[in-house]
């Protein structure tokens, strides 16, 4: 399922990236809508813990114009330890099959590769992992026998020690670096590169100037040594705590995230104008009328450019 019936404004595929399979990004940049089957998410943690909510709130964003259903069942928020598998199980496999029997475009979040496998056999149809395939040797070669597209994050380790590997001289150099390294493992266990999308991994061992450092190039991060093409980017900063510190007042707290999504929405704003593939966002609305305004923007700056480089070579 796509949002085609929330968007008709024609925009070229030239603008906004490649297709993957079952995923038609060929009109806009697309929008995934989060569903967190967590006690303790950061941004929503607890409120969809139970199956049924999870589930209605799935159909919720998907009627308000989501492409894309993120489900996850263990909370990557920094300090957090592991969910055991089986419980991860239990809350993922029901939410995920009842979305793809609901014809619905089902992302795993996930780092495990078991996890991976039997929501693929419950539907799902694409494989969201916030480690890029470091957290678990199998989760390439899952992806590869299956043949769906695979988010590979930017990823230095767990949750419960988040901040002690942000330490960087150049962030977007080692990021786009370190993910080059994940891409030769993964498509040397069988993953194509067209079912690649990376995702640069904000807040994951990322200070809050790593993260804006990484917002500013990312055509940096799409574009790897050896590939022609440069490969779509998922941007997930919605809600995220960087966007509340940049938030607070000169002496006050920090904006908790229940206000953060009107900068989240023009965080996406950019993003998109930026030639992002996708954004991750827990609220859709707000988020996809930023993408289809960015979008139209970004599909009539490429054809500037176009028109450019062929006066000059003229
Ligand atoms: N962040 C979170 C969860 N899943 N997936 C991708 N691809 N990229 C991310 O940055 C990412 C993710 C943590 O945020 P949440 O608690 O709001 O889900």
Known sequence: MTGEAHYSDGQSASAMGPCLPGLDAGQRCLVMGVVN????????????????????????????????????????????????????????????????????????????????????????????????GLADPDMPSVVAAAGVPYIVVHWRGHSADMYGPAVYTDVVAEVREELGQRLAAITAAGVSPANVILDPGLGFAKLPEHN??????????????????????????????????????????????????????????????????????????????AVRVASRWRQETVAAGDQERMRTDA
């Open 37 to 132: 089957v967590t006690p303790d998410s950061f941004s929503d943690g607890g409120t969809w813990l139970d199956p049924d909510k999870a589930i209605a709130h799935g159909l919720e964003l998907v009627s308000q114009g989501a492409d894309i259903i993120d489900v996850g069942g263990e909370s990557t928020r920094p300090g957090a330890e592991r969910v055991p598998m089986r419980e991860e199980l239990s809350r993922v496999l029901p939410v995920v099959s009842a979305l793809a029997g609901a014809g619905i475009f089902v992302s795993i979040d996930t780092m495990r590769a078991e996890v991976a496998s039997l929501a693929l056999e419950a539907g799902a149809r694409m494989v969201n992992d916030v480690s890029g």
């Open 212 to 289: 804006w450092k990484l917002l500013a190039s990312l055509n940096r991060i799409a574009s790897q040594p050896g590939y022609a093409e440069p490969f779509p980017v998922l941007v997930a900063a919605s809600r995220k705590g960087f966007l509340g510190k940049l938030l607070a007042g000169p002496d006050g707290p920090v904006r908790p995230f229940t206000r953060s999504d009107d900068a989240t929405v023009a965080l996406t704003a950019l993003a998109v104008a930026a030639g992002t593939w996708c954004v991750r966002v827990h609220a859709v609305p707000g988020n996809l009328d």
